[in-house]
């Protein structure tokens, strides 16, 4: 697989405890914002999302809470398991200039150990 | 994977020469996006189209050409290929009001 995000930023858990990731992003006009899991030699790919008229948004396992005073979006997955290690990106969208723009973040691996 | 696809998945080139990645999509959105994936960087977003012809920069766009002659297409060309240019590529397509969906990516080595 590729060898990115050897520089990112880690968090390692336990096997059937709960994850927190979380993110920061700069623009408050920002509408629109993406968890994304990437495995190695994958391209990202989608978890869950959440608009700026919301404030928490729950799928299968995963939480996404969004506090827009401080520009922080955060991602809960509950019982971690093996098959979750991956890097984590947030991403938000900007509508500027009548086009959407998608800006990702730096990315957090997350390791699951049995 | 969401009918986009990435061509070459692999390549190696020589610095000086010019390259041309190629994203292709079945879906016939309107927004297309080429980013690159550096270690400690995440993804940065090179250029993006919203239509036929119509291209915008980036954050990390120098050095970087873009050319959508048609919907499913959207072509990103390295005029002048340098080390710093090393990296994996993604490509995205976006449907209206949701989610960015990627390809699987272009490693691309320049010796």
């Known amino acids: 697989g590729e060898s990115v995000g050897l520089h990112l930023p880690t968090l390692s858990v336990q096997e059937g405890d709960n994850s927190i990731i979380n993110c920061a992003y700069s623009?408050?006009?920002?509408?629109?914002f993406i968890w994304y899991k990437q495995e190695s030699g994958k391209g990202p790919q989608f978890i869950i999302d959440?608009?700026?008229?919301?404030d928490k948004r729950q799928g299968q396992r995963v939480t996404v809470l969004l506090n827009k005073t401080v520009k922080h979006l955060s991602l809960q997955i509950a019982a971690t398991q093996p098959g979750d290690s991956a890097v984590y990106f947030c991403?938000?969208?900007?509508?500027?200039?009548?086009?959407?723009?998608?800006?990702f973040g730096a990315g957090t691996r997350l390791a699951v150990h049995p | 994977d969401a009918g986009i696809t990435q061509s070459p998945r692999h390549k190696v080139t020589e610095t000086g020469t010019p390259v041309t990645l190629r994203c292709h999509q079945t879906?016939?959105?309107?927004?297309m996006y080429w980013y690159r994936q550096d270690p400690g960087h995440g993804l940065r977003l090179i250029h993006y189209?919203?239509?036929?012809?119509?291209?915008d920069k980036g954050e990390v766009s120098d050095g970087y050409s873009v050319s959508r002659s048609k919907t499913e297409d959207f072509l990103l060309t390295l005029e002048s290929a340098t080390s710093s240019q090393t990296s994996v590529y993604f490509c995205?397509?976006?449907?209206?009001?949701?989610?960015?969906?990627f390809g699987q990516g272009t490693r691309l080595t320049v010796v």
């Open positions: 959440i608009r700026s008229n919301m």
């Open positions: 879906e016939n959105h309107r927004y």
């Open positions: 623009n408050s006009a920002s509408d629109y």
């Open positions: 995205a397509i976006k449907p209206e009001n949701t989610e960015a969906f």
């Open positions: 189209s919203y239509g036929v012809k119509d291209t």
């Open positions: 991403a938000d969208q900007m509508f500027s200039g009548g086009y959407n723009k998608l800006i």
